[in-house]
């Protein structure tokens, strides 16, 4: 297979699973769009064994892991200040303390997870997919 085909079934198969979990959430299923995307990455998963051509190189990754440790530092840096914001504003309306909580944990949760993983490549090498 080449990278074109590939690309194609990757729009084709992005397009189907979209319409599918839009009508899903109208209709107030949840489950089926969680089943639907497992099986959309194993069918790409598949479908990515399958071709020939090179996908992406170290260049790639590289830039990719600027992207996403700057895209960390600026989504944590974002909610820590809507989180103070919404524990000031908490003093007039009590739901958004809740807000709040929601952010500075979602924060936490994110820094941890970063550190685990850069610990598991770190350690391990594991490569991109």
């Known amino acids: 297979m080449t990278l074109r085909q590939y690309t194609t ?10 319409a599918f979990i839009a009508s899903s959430v109208v209709r107030h299923e949840y489950f089926w769009p969680v089943v639907a995307m497992v099986i959309a ?3 790409l998963l598949a479908l990515r064994s399958r071709v020939k051509e090179v996908l992406a190189d170290e260049r790639d990754y590289a830039i990719g892991g600027r992207a996403a440790r700057w895209a960390m530092q600026i989504f944590s840096l974002a909610a820590v200040a809507l989180m103070f914001l919404f524990l000031w504003k908490g003093e007039q309306d009590p739901q958004m303390t809740v807000v709040a909580h929601v952010l500075a944990y979602a924060v936490c949760a994110l820094m941890l997870l970063y550190s685990l993983l850069f610990r598991l490549i770190q350690r ?3 490569r991109a997919p």
């Open 9 to 18: 079934f990757r729009i084709i198969i992005a397009m189907c699973l979209s």
């Open 41 to 43: 990455m194993i069918v």
């Open 124 to 126: 391990y090498g594991v």
